[in-house]
Structure formats: structure tokens, C-alpha cells
């Protein structure tokens, strides 16, 4: 028997299945531990950097520029995709998800000890700037990984869809543990919270890292890039080569996520500004139904993942991205009563549209780029929408509100977004099913 025969040679099913078992939850929980670190800053964003790093500024304005701040980590985001993406074509999936692992896990842990406004001036939010650079870079590089781990090693091509939803489910964990993290401390160290009880959920992400390393040094490369390897077919330059191959493949998807991802970050993130500042709702009680909403997130991702598979990535995808344009206005309504029920309602909800799109869309992604050229191409385009629509959300909303005093118009915001998603998905080719495994371009 050759190398190459040993290279590529399958596992017998059941070794095969227990690998798959290992690199759905190695994906899974590095996924929610790199959400982790990065949704804590979103929510931490709007309750607390405004104040210490922009004490000067008005409460709205201080709040803008947190979230100038906060953009910068969505910005970093691609650079990532790229470094990263480069390194899993070459080197494997394994390697790169424990270097992003460790960078994002590193960069939340030091936002725990920055100086603030009051100790070291505006130099705090200086620090604040290149930590949230880094953190950026990593969780860049992780999500292609990630759902490259759990799909390469599917057995079959009928489930794609539901097993790279599993990765997906980091999204809504890690934001489930960082509110969590959040209203514990908020809890515990209640009037002192802006003192130091905002930075032990930051901390505890040392904790998280070793937890991490442990699952992912025990999974074994994909079969999928084994053969690449074994064929010598490992790209030079991979980011390079999917840009010039299939430029049209990375801009589809980054259109695609617009209105999965702007809407979700005004939903996780602006909501806090919106509920303390606008309708005067408790920081807790906010953190109570996102957490909530995070929970309903854990059954309808995985659920719009298995759909996919039943009536195509597409279609499940398109579904998502109409409803998530006409949410908007209900979702704003429903906070303007002031009305703590209809609230818990509103956030509760606000994120069922978008997880019909984010089940499938960890697939219909992948399943766009050639073998070889799957890490750079998913995560390049992947990342690219959070420059254009993650990041800036809060922003635009923010700024939006300061504009017109109005939660509709950012409603109008969100609609803009599901309607370029709508066209984008519509001209990206499906591969529900179908055999991905082999080498071919594709437009």
C-alpha cells in the first residue's frame, strides 16, 4: 500500500463516527469560547466603555465613540480571515483553530486590566483600540475552521447543513455566557460594577482558553485536507488564488450576511444604549432577555441548519432574510411601549429570523469554494460583511438615533440590509446535497 493510500484510506465507520463526535464538539466549544471574548465586548460596549474610556463626552456621544471603538474589531476581522485562511490551506485546520484559540483568548483576558480615562487619559481607549485589533484578527480566523472541522469530516452529503449548523450554535452560547458573566458580576458587585466588576468576565476567559486547548489537541486533521496533502495539491498561496478565482463566490457571501449581521449586532450590542438610555429599562433586566433569547437560539440554529438539508440552503436562507427585514418595525414597536412583557418579547424573538438564516449559512458558504481553497475563500468572505455591516451597525444606529430620535429609521436600516442579502443569496449557486468534495472551479 503507498502513502498516498494510507493518506487518504477511510476510517472504519466507527472510528469514523467518534471522530466526527470530537470535531463537532471541539468546533462547538471553540466556536463559543472565541464568541465569548467577542460578545463580551459588545454587550460590556454599551454599559460601560462610553462612560470610562469618554467620561467627558455626552452620554449618547460617549456611547458613539465606544462603539468607534468596538468597530475596529469587525475591521480586523478580514486581516484575520486572510492571515489565517492562508495558514489553513497550508498547514491544516487543526494548527490554525489553536493559534486563533490563543490569540482571541489572550487579547479578552488583557481588556480585564486596561487603565481607564480617570488613571491613564485617553491612552486607556489607545490600549482599548489595538487589543480589540487582535481580538479581531483571531476571531477572523476562526469561524472557517471551525465549520471546516465539523463539515470535512461529514460522511455523507446529506446533512451538511445540520452538522456545520453545530459550530454555528458558538454564536449564540458565547452570548449566553457572556451575559451571563455580565449580570453575575453586575449582581455581585453592584454599585462598583464600573469599578472592577465589568472586568472579571473579561478574566475568566484564561479559564476558557485552557478548556479549549484541552478538546482541540485531541482531534485529528480532516480528511479532506489529509488528501489535499497526500495529492500535493496544497495551494502556495492560497488567499491569493481564491481571489482570482472565485472573486465572485466572496463577494455573494459577504452580501449575504448583511442582514444577518447588522441586525444582530444592533439587536445584541445597541440595545443596551437604546433600552437604558431611550426607554429606561434596567441593565439587568436587558441582560435577562438576551439571555433568554440566547437560549431559544441553541434549538432554532441547529433546527434551520436541518431544514437546509430538507428544502435547500437557499430557500431557508431567503425565508430568514424577509423576515428579518419586516422584524425590524415590530421589534422597535415593541420597545417604544416601554412595557417590560412586550420588551421581553421583542429581544426574545428578535433573534428567530436571523438564526434561520445563521443555521444554514456556515454550508451555503463553504460549500461555495473548491476543497483546497475553502478556508481563505469561506472566511474571506465571511469576514468581509463584518466591515460592511457588522461592525458599523451599532454605529449607524447609534448615530442614527442621535439624528432622528426615532428607532424606526434604523428599522429602515435593517430593511436596506435584507434586501441587498435577498438579491445577493439569490445569485449564489446551491449545493445542498450535492458532492463538494472534488477539485473544480466554481464560479
Keep these: 500500500m503507498t502513502t498516498l493510500d494510507i493518506a487518504v484510506a477511510p476510517l472504519p465507520e466507527a472510528e469514523h463516527q467518534a471522530q466526527l463526535r ?25 454599559l460601560v466603555f462610553g462612560k470610562l474610556f469618554f467620561p467627558k463626552s455626552d452620554p449618547l456621544v460617549g456611547v458613539l465613540e465606544a462603539f468607534a471603538i468596538y468597530t475596529v474589531g469587525f475591521i480586523a476581522r478580514p486581516i484575520g480571515a486572510a492571515i489565517f485562511g492562508h495558514f489553513g ?15 482571541t483568548g489572550i487579547a479578552t483576558a488583557a481588556v480585564g486590566v486596561v487603565p481607564t480615562y480617570d488613571q491613564i487619559g485617553i491612552w486607556g481607549a489607545v490600549i482599548l483600540t489595538v487589543i480589540r485589533f487582535l481580538q479581531g484578527v483571531g476571531v477572523g480566523g476562526e469561524w472557517g475552521g471551525s465549520v471546516l472541522l465539523s463539515m470535512e469530516w461529514a460522511r ?36 462598583q460594577f464600573l469599578v472592577w466588576g465589568w472586568r472579571i468576565p473579561f478574566l475568566l476567559s484564561l479559564v476558557m482558553i485552557a478548556i479549549g486547548l484541552y478538546i482541540r489537541l485531541g482531534i485529528m486533521e480532516t480528511p479532506t485536507f489529509r488528501r489535499i496533502v497526500a495529492e500535493n495539491r496544497v495551494a502556495r498561496v492560497p488567499v491569493i488564488e481564491v481571489i482570482k478565482r472565485q472573486p465572485r463566490s466572496i463577494i455573494l457571501a459577504a452580501l449575504a450576511r448583511m442582514a444577518e ?63 428579518t427585514g419586516l422584524f425590524g418595525f415590530a421589534y422597535f414597536g415593541l420597545l417604544n411601549t416601554a412595557a417590560p412583557a412586550l420588551i421581553f418579547i421583542a429581544i426574545v424573538l428578535s ?10 449559512q456556515a454550508a451555503l458558504i463553504a460549500e461555495c469554494f473548491t476543497p483546497r481553497l ?45 434586501v441587498v442579502s435577498i438579491v445577493a443569496t439569490a445569485l449564489m449557486p446551491d449545493y445542498t446535497n450535492k458532492d463538494i468534495s472534488e477539485e473544480h472551479d466554481r464560479p
Design 374 to 418: 475553502r478556508y481563505s475563500g469561506s472566511s474571506i468572505g465571511y469576514q468581509l460583511s463584518s466591515v460592511i455591516s457588522g461592525g458599523p451597525a451599532p454605529l449607524i444606529a447609534t448615530a442614527l438615533l442621535a439624528a432622528t430620535g426615532s428607532g424606526y429609521v434604523i428599522a429602515l436600516y435593517i430593511l436596506f440590509c435584507a
Design 156 to 191: 455523507t452529503n446529506q446533512h451538511r447543513g445540520f452538522i456545520t449548523s453545530w459550530p454555528q450554535l458558538g454564536g449564540p452560547a458565547g452570548l449566553l455566557l457572556a451575559n451571563i458573566a455580565v449580570l453575575v458580576f453586575s449582581r455581585i458587585s453592584g454599585d
Design 22 to 46: 470530537r470535531a463537532l464538539i471541539a468546533s462547538t466549544v471553540g466556536t463559543t469560547i472565541e464568541w465569548y471574548d467577542f460578545l463580551l465586548y459588545s454587550t460590556v460596549t454599551g
Design 89 to 103: 490551506d497550508r498547514i491544516g485546520r487543526k494548527a490554525t483553530l489553536i493559534a486563533t484559540l490563543l490569540l
Design 351 to 360: 433573534f428567530v429570523p436571523h438564526d434561520l438564516m445563521y443555521g444554514p
Design 261 to 323: 449581521q447588522a441586525p444582530a449586532y444592533i439587536y445584541l450590542a445597541f440595545v443596551f444604549a437604546y433600552g437604558t438610555q431611550v426607554i429606561h429599562q434596567d441593565r439587568d433586566f436587558l441582560l435577562i432577555c438576551l439571555i433568554c433569547a440566547g437560549l431559544v437560539s441553541l434549538v432554532t440554529i441547529p433546527l434551520a441548519g436541518h431544514l437546509s438539508d430538507r428544502i435547500g440552503r437557499k430557500r431557508m436562507y431567503l425565508i430568514g432574510s424577509v423576515l
